[in-house]
């Protein structure tokens, strides 16, 4: 292990492997740890079309084509009472199918091809602790740099390493966020917990577009999944909110797999897809898992995907986030780099670019349960965003941003947040379920990259490599 890297990477997931493959595919000298051996399993199988264009600029497309993978065309919903079929190759969308990936496999490419661009990987190797500049109280990760990083090997190996930019990509754990600055806060509004499983024999989604994802809400509280994977098996999920969870859980003796079965019988569509196929393995969970740090970045450090900020998994944004962010980051530190911006004015794009991605979707989210037709009152509004929330979160500014700001929202009348933003003019009023395109919203995180776009006075440039443009200053 080297002692000092230019950039630093912790975890290999898609927003770790996005970065690194990036920054060393541009040349500079990229080390990134991970603690686990790959392939390892992870949830998020589900991926948005606009997923492609980061795999292009990352030179991965033609490798995750060729693996196999399930073709994604659409999506279809069961939603609020209504059935819908989205096919992805609908006018204006920039692609026209994503894949359903079985994650052991995707993120296992991805990192191999961070290695193959010259990243120097290191598996089990897990870092313990960011050191930050010396100085007088305790302004770590505020106004003092964070310059080095604790690890432990195998085998008893361990040591520090120096860097000089760090891209805290840990997911969940969380080592920046969570752990060291205690930035991260927690949604009120999506305490949820899902519950999930494999199946063989299921049979096909009738009337969905090829290898569709299915979504069905439940007539009184939460959703399913059911996403086909190219091992023959269908990944079936419940989501609920906690409490109808907890309630749920007590009333069948504290069994999770009766509240499972008992959601599945309350979705006549799935359970008939599952009749006759017998599940392949235990039940896994997850809970509590909406959050946002209230930083994306400090002097010498970045969060990118789950470390930065998770939303509930219902619009299958998580993996796409991942990498996007990956992305913004590789692109701000290899301009720092090169000396092409200062690091202060890459950070404020960074903060602002990544927060604004996240936010249009929190508000999408946020819009997509609130048209949830289901008799448990509690669901609905636990699961809309109440205003005092949108307060909190800053969601009116943020919406604001989004709808005065970027180009490809002005023509809102079919997309995701004309829907919405009807929705919010006529509380109560029209049926806005149709409009909210959920998985398709590949349109709704476009890559700032015109001057047009530009977020605090940068845009983003992809060629030769990743990195921040100047806008031209506008006529005052
Ligand atoms: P991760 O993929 O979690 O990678 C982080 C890596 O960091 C891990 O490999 C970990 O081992 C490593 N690490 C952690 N700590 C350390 C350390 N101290 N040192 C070194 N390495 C470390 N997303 C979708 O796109 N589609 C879906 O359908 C979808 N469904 C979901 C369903 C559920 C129930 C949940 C909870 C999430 C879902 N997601 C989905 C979200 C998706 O799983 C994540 O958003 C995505 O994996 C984030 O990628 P990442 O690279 O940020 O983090």
Partial sequence: MRERTDVLVVGGGPAGATAAALLARAGHQVTLLERERFPRYHIGESLLPSLLPVLDVMGARELIEKHGFVRKTGAFYGWGGQEWPLGFDEPGRPAAYSFQVIRSEFDWLLLQHARAQGADV???????????????????????????????????????????????????????????????????????????????????????????????????????????????????????????????RAAAGGSLQSVYDDALARCPRLAGMLAGARQAGPLKTESDYSYVSEKFCGPGWFLAGDAACFLDPLLSTGVHLAMYSGLLAAAAIGSVLRGEVDEHAARGFYETAYRHAYERLLVLVGAFYRVHDGRDAYFRTAQALSSRDQARLRLHESFLDIVTGTEDLHDSQTDAVGAFLRTVRRPGGDSPARGLGGHGTSHMLPLPTTPRQAVAGLYLGLDPHPGLRRAPSQPV
């Fill in 122 to 248: 290191r598996e089990e190797t897990r870092v313990r602790r960011v050191g930050f500049e010396p100085g007088p109280g305790s302004g770590e990760g505020r106004d003092r740099a964070a310059v080095e990083a604790s690890w432990a090997g195998v085998g008893g190996a361990g040591g520090r390493i120096g860097f000089a930019h760090l891209v805290d990509a840990s997911g969940r754990a969380g080592v920046l966020a969570a752990r060291q600055l205690r930035t991260r806060r927690f949604h009120d509004v999506f305490r949820n917990v899902a519950a999930w499983t494999y199946w063989r024999g299921a049979a096909p989604l009738e009337g969905a577009p090829r290898g569709a994802i299915g979504v069905f809400s439940l007539p009184d509280h939460g959703w399913l999944w059911a996403i086909p994977l190219h091992d023959g098996t269908l990944s079936v999920g419940l989501v609920t909110d906690k409490r109808s969870f907890q309630q749920a």
